[in-house]
T-cell receptor, first 116, second 111 residues
Framework: DSGVTQTPKHLITATGQRVTLRCSPR?????VYWYQQSLDQGLQFLIQ???????AKGNILERFSAQQFPDLHSELNLSSLELGDSALYFC???????????????FGPGTRLTVL | TQLLEQSPQFLSIQEGENLTVYCNSSSVFSSLQWYRQEPGEGPVLLVT?????EVKKLKRLTFQFGDARKDSSLHITAAQPGDTGLYLCAGGRDTGNQFYFGTGTSLTVIP
C-alpha cells in the first residue's frame, strides 16, 4: 500500500459524458501527478500540482483539467469523453517537486475508465 | 513518440534463467528510474541512478546507467515467478517537472 488513494476504482461511462477522478496523496506529500496508461501509448504524464499550484503540464488534452485543493487532494476532470480516453488513470504523489530530475513518486492503484 | 524505448517488449522465461531489459533514448537524462508494476496496481519504484556509468544492485537485480546518460539496463539473475510484472524505466531532466516513461517490458517467469 503506497498510501495514495484513488476513487473510483472502476468507471464505465458513455461517449460525450464528463467524469471526475479523485486522488488523495500520502500524508505530508505536497505534489500530485496525474498519468494516463493505455496499451498503445504506455504511461503518459498529464499534469502536476504542487501545494495547490500547477507546476508542469504534459500531454494533457484541452478536454481534461485538474486541480489540487487546500487539503491537497486532487481531482482530474475528463469531459466530452471519447472511446480513445478509455485507459488507466494513475495519481502519484511526492514530498516535493523534481530536483535535477530526481524524486520518488508513490503511485496510487489507479482508476480504470471505460468509455462505451 | 516515446523518448525512451524499451526492449524487449515482452519476455517469457523459465524460473532460474537470467535476463536483461534495455531502456534506450537519443536524449540525455539527469536521472533514470526503474519501476515494476503488477496487474491492478500502480508502478513501484525499484531504483534511481543519477551518474553516468553508475551500477546499483538490489538483491538479484542489477541496474546500470549508461556512460552518456542516454540508456540504462536492468539485469535479473536467476529469475523467480515473483519477478513477473511490467518493468518501466523513467527518465528525469534538470528542467521541467516530469518523468518520461519508457514503453515498458512485460516479464513472465514460468515456474
Amino acid at each position: 500500500d503506497s498510501g495514495v488513494t484513488q476513487t473510483p476504482k472502476h468507471l464505465i461511462t458513455a461517449t460525450g459524458q464528463r467524469v471526475t477522478l479523485r486522488c488523495s496523496p500520502r500524508s505530508g506529500d505536497l505534489s500530485v501527478y496525474w498519468y494516463q496508461q493505455s496499451l498503445d501509448q504506455g504511461l503518459q504524464f498529464l499534469i502536476q500540482y504542487y501545494n495547490g499550484e500547477e507546476r508542469a503540464k504534459g500531454n494533457i488534452l484541452e478536454r481534461f483539467s485538474a486541480q489540487q485543493f487546500p487539503d491537497l487532494h486532487s481531482e482530474l476532470n475528463l469531459s466530452s469523453l471519447e472511446l480513445g480516453d478509455s485507459a488507466l488513470y494513475f495519481c502519484a504523489s511526492s514530498v516535493g517537486t523534481l530536483i535535477r530530475g530526481i524524486n520518488e513518486q508513490f503511485f496510487g492503484p489507479g482508476t480504470r475508465l471505460t468509455v462505451l | 513518440t516515446q523518448l525512451l524505448e524499451q526492449s524487449p517488449q515482452f519476455l517469457s522465461i523459465q524460473e532460474g534463467e537470467n535476463l536483461t531489459v534495455y531502456c534506450n533514448s537519443s536524449s540525455v537524462f539527469s536521472s533514470l528510474q526503474w519501476y515494476r508494476q503488477e496487474p491492478g496496481e500502480g508502478p513501484v519504484l525499484l531504483v534511481t541512478v543519477v551518474t553516468g556509468g553508475e551500477v546499483k544492485k538490489l538483491k538479484r537485480l542489477t541496474f546500470q546507467f549508461g556512460d552518456a546518460r542516454k540508456d540504462s539496463s536492468l539485469h535479473i539473475t536467476a529469475a523467480q515467478p515473483g519477478d513477473t510484472g511490467l518493468y518501466l524505466c523513467a527518465g528525469g531532466r534538470d528542467t521541467g517537472n516530469q518523468f518520461y516513461f519508457g514503453t515498458g517490458t512485460s516479464l513472465t517467469v514460468i515456474p
